[in-house]
């Protein structure tokens, strides 16, 4: 179980880096293109939703490699886990059923792993 939740938690790292950094270098103009959503929302909410998906991935993989304050992984999935549901609930008052999917799936896989490393596959 241990190797299956890494492989959860790099996935999910990997997901939120490439969303946080595509947030915070891209050109506005082609983010508001891809993703209509962002063009509802002010440029600077858009670049500071980017912080946390950032710190989320990075605090999924950072504290349990190296044994520092293993207890940030659960929390950064914690973190990961609201946020997602955040965006859930604006997909749902957009209607945008599109968006809902992979969100939705990213909310139960963040749970998971905050409920498997704060429970029973602690560190």
């Known amino acids: 179980m241990n190797v299956f939740l890494w492989v959860l938690q790099i996935l999910l790292a990997v997901m939120f880096a490439m969303s946080g950094l595509e ?4 050109p506005w103009d082609k983010l508001t293109r891809k993703y209509p959503w962002m063009g509802h929302y002010p440029q600077a909410v858009v670049r500071l939703i980017a912080v946390p998906e950032l710190l989320g991935a990075l605090g999924l993989i950072v504290p349990a490699a190296t044994g520092i304050a293993p207890i940030l992984t659960p929390i950064a999935a914690t973190g ?36 498997a490393r704060f429970g029973p596959y602690a560190w």
């Open 80 to 115: 990961l886990a609201i946020l997602t549901a955040l965006a859930a609930t604006m997909h749902i008052r957009r209607k945008e059923t599109s968006g809902l999917t992979v969100t939705a799936v990213l909310f139960v896989l963040a749970a998971f792993v905050a409920w």
């Open 23 to 26: 947030k915070a270098s891209q």
